[in-house]
């Protein structure tokens, strides 16, 4: 085992694990982040989307020796108060059925308009393809993403 010493929601956490353990599990079982969902265990779903360095990655297949001094921003880091754009038109367009995927689909959407904050209807579904949803709600997951860029300052 080996100490990581992370840059996560914008403070430094420790954590003794194993070099080659997932993003995902240091955030939920060592460090109390259980915001970030484990969705499939193979980056494919994007549950487990988390920002690193401002750009979406999937925690469940990336090694926590591969974060080095990156800055780590989790579900729980984006809006202190709950209300960052995207979270604000998810609420509008109550986008949430069961929720599950809703972390990783929102940090998907928060990294779009941080990079494109004007994006065509083509680019939010490119951009949000690889994020499944169980319950379906695609049509008002794009809707949201759309709304949220009229709400960025």
């Not at 929601?9 to 939920?28: H, K, M, Q, S, Y």
């Not at 990655?57 to 974060?67: K, N």
């Not at 880091?77 to 809703?102: F, I, K, N, R, T």
């Not at 004007?118 to 169980?134: D, F, V, W, Y």
Request: charged share 20%; glycine share 10%.
């Amino acid at each position: 085992m080996a100490n990581y010493k992370l840059q996560i929601n914008g403070r430094t956490l420790e954590a003794d694990v194993e070099a080659d353990t997932p993003l995902l599990w240091v955030l939920r079982d060592h460090l109390g982040l259980v915001g970030t969902k484990f969705g499939c265990g193979i980056a494919q779903c994007g549950a487990c989307t988390v920002h690193v360095d401002g750009k979406a990655m999937r925690s469940c297949s990336l090694p926590v020796s591969a974060v080095g001094a990156k800055k780590v921003t989790t579900i729980e880091g984006l809006s202190e108060l709950g209300d960052h754009p995207v979270q604000l038109a998810w609420d509008e367009v109550d986008v949430a059925q069961c929720g599950y995927c809703q972390a990783g689909q929102i940090m998907t959407a928060a990294a779009l308009l941080a990079q494109n904050p004007k994006p065509s209807n083509e680019q939010i579904e490119n951009a949000m393809h690889g994020n499944i949803c169980r319950c379906g709600t695609y049509h008002r997951i794009r809707e949201a993403v759309a709304l949220a860029s009229t709400k960025l300052k």
